[in-house]
């Protein structure tokens, strides 16, 4: 089956840098990718749609300044959390889906950020 | 707007016991309807789905029915085991390509 990584899987980061997450398909071609944020005992909260070759669509109260996304390549996408603070500390979850309008989306195993 | 609504658990289950996982949404129009399990240490993966009403998904005993009558997609199993112990999320999309909208995941403790 389709298979979704993601690097790094647990990252501390000091209070003001910023992280990269890295989500790639690893044998198809996404076109759409999609980041989420889970919190400890919450759902999986949807951040952004990203799609291949353009920008990035942010859920309301997600700002894009902070968390950029580029999805640069069918296979690559990137999270970048920017100055990063300890309330951004969480669980993000990337997902793929390998052709416009597909039911189906395979998920990355997540990254672990803790920010001190 | 559309919502996914699942009982929180924990759910402590003894192996062969029965198993139920109410799930409820709100959308308007037909969503597709989805379970996804969360092993420790994994990423999500899809355990079944359901596209209308009336459709039945099933996959490794586990089952679920679209009730669009009450809103309802029910995750069951006849007889669990030790190695089902996860955390089960219910999630709908209101349409294709379109991103998942999950409730709040339900953990399965199964022991023997």
């Known amino acids: 089956g389709a298979v979704v990584s993601q690097h790094p899987s647990r990252v501390i980061c000091k209070s003001g840098t910023s992280v990269k997450i890295e989500c790639r398909s690893l044998?198809?071609?996404?076109?759409?990718m999609f980041w989420y944020r889970q919190f400890p005992k919450k759902s999986l909260m949807l951040m952004a749609t990203?799609?291949?070759?353009?920008?990035?669509?942010?859920e309301q109260g997600v700002e894009k300044d902070k968390f950029l996304i580029n999805h640069a390549s069918l296979t690559l996408s990137t999270l970048t959390v920017t100055s990063a603070h300890p309330e951004d500390s969480s669980f993000y979850i990337c997902?793929?889906?390998?052709?416009?309008?597909?039911?189906?989306?395979?998920f990355g195993p997540g990254t672990r950020l803790l920010v001190l | 707007g559309n919502s996914v609504t699942q009982m929180e658990g924990p759910v402590t289950l003894s192996e062969e016991a029965f198993l139920t996982i109410n799930c409820t949404y709100t959308?308007?129009?037909?969503?597709?309807l989805f379970w996804y399990v969360q092993y420790p240490g994994e990423g999500l993966q899809l355990l079944l789905k359901?596209?209308?009403?009336?459709d039945k998904g099933s996959n490794k005993g586990f089952e679920a029915t679209y009730r669009k009558e009450t809103t309802s997609f029910h995750l069951e199993k006849g007889s669990v085991q030790v190695s089902d112990s996860a955390v089960y999320f219910c999630?709908?999309?209101?349409?294709?390509?379109?991103?998942?909208?999950f409730g709040k995941g339900t953990t399965l403790s199964v022991s023997s």
């Open positions: 997902s793929a889906s390998y052709k416009t309008g597909t039911e189906t989306q395979y």
């Open positions: 044998d198809f071609q996404a076109t759409t």
């Open positions: 990203s799609n291949e070759g353009s920008k990035a669509t942010y």
């Open positions: 959308a308007t129009g037909y969503p597709s």
């Open positions: 359901a596209t209308k009403a009336d």
């Open positions: 999630a709908l999309r209101y349409q294709a390509g379109t991103a998942l909208i």
